[in-house]
């Protein structure tokens, strides 16, 4: 409990704190007096005044806040009780342009923050790619199977390229554009030499030998006081068989344990060598289904990871690989608000504050790496959410200074108060609903 809780600070604070400093940065570089910029919020705990504004750590450590002079007449009226603050530069005062650019830095940042936690990640971690394992499957009628490839074959190099990876068959293929390839293949202790010309894939537009690569049931990663933890499964464990039955990939492994949660299963695996077995029953984790509509399904998990290699790449492959992460990530949340407006989604795929603070304790137990990720996750979810176009998110001050730039009238006070409260009003409606479905969940 304690380190899902620790995780979950960790990851609100660094979100909630890039998100407040954005607008803090762009409110300076506008000019902007700002009175006080908190990392957390609650009773100051410390404080130092530099310059016009008061830097404070406050007693929670929940992200943090911002507060400008001049926000409304009423905090232009105390600002000025307190300190002399120059007309120009109080918040409301600034041109429309000027304080959208303010409003938009918060989610900004958080959108900055997803991509580089990618592309740095990426960096220094490397890109995790499958090693190069025998052919799983040929397919029938494929150039592979017209050139003679068999189940079980090793391709060692295409075109005199060295094949280090299977991610590198698919790379040197789509290099020579369907022109004709020249492998050498391992088949036993026998090295061949075959030639063969790859097709188009229409849907992937991407050249295809006709080969099939399953990933082999050596484990790669274990959660934490997961049930195959405490079984004493650790990374390097190859599953031999389940329940008695051999196994050879990955695939059969989630095959046989995800129908059966609750359900004793036994396993057998070797170890440096050695061979254990143990009865492990799997957790009832929440898992996405399938097909049309999107719903949340309970399956069975024991907590264990596929084995992937690190390949490292250059700083300019991991922004590569970063934006495509990236890309992939906002266009999931995307499309998964688009589901959830059209009934598409099953209502209990949405979780608060409760269910956040769950992913970041298993993303923990998974391994800091993981944690790492979920904060971009997070944080991207932060910057769309804010730009909903009603207040008091940032995307609702938006449109009201986007209003304001249109028409070159400042909306009044009262009807900023009124949009505010029916904003207040929604959101206050968004977090019950949000905090009953957490409830619901963890009885589900």
Partial sequence: MLLTIAAFFFVLSIVVFVHEFGHFIVAKLNRVYVLTFSFGFGPKILKKRF??????????PFGGYVKFAGETDEDSDEAHEEIDVPQDMLYREKAPLRKMSIVVAGPFMNFALAFLVYVFSIYFEGVYVSPNN?????????PAEIAGLHEGDLILSINGEKVNYWD???RITNKYEGRELELKVLRGSDTLSMHLRPELDSDSEKWKLGIIYTLPSKIGTVKKDSPAYKAGIRPGAVITAINDTTISSYGELEEKVHPRPGV?????????????????VPDAVEAASGGEKLDVIKIGQIGVGPFYEKKKVSFIDSIRYGSGAFRNLFLSILSFLGKLFTGKASLKAIGGPIRVGQMAGDMIRWGFSYLVYFLAFFSLNLAIFNLFPILPFDGGHFVVYLGELITSRRLSDRAQQ????IGYIILLALMVFVFSMDIINIFR
Avoid: L, N
């Avoid at 036994?266 to 143990?278: I, L, P, Q, R």
């Avoid at 009124?418 to 409260?421: A, E, G, L, R, Y």
């Fill in 418 to 421: 009124i949009m505010m409260q």
């Fill in 168 to 170: 590198d068959i698919t």
């Fill in 134 to 142: 025998p052919i799983s499957e040929v397919v029938k009628g494929s």
């Fill in 264 to 280: 004793p299963i036994k396993f057998t695996w070797v170890y440096e060598g050695k061979e254990f077995s143990a009865v492990i």
């Fill in 51 to 60: 310059g016009d504004t008061e830097y404070a750590i406050s007693a929670i």
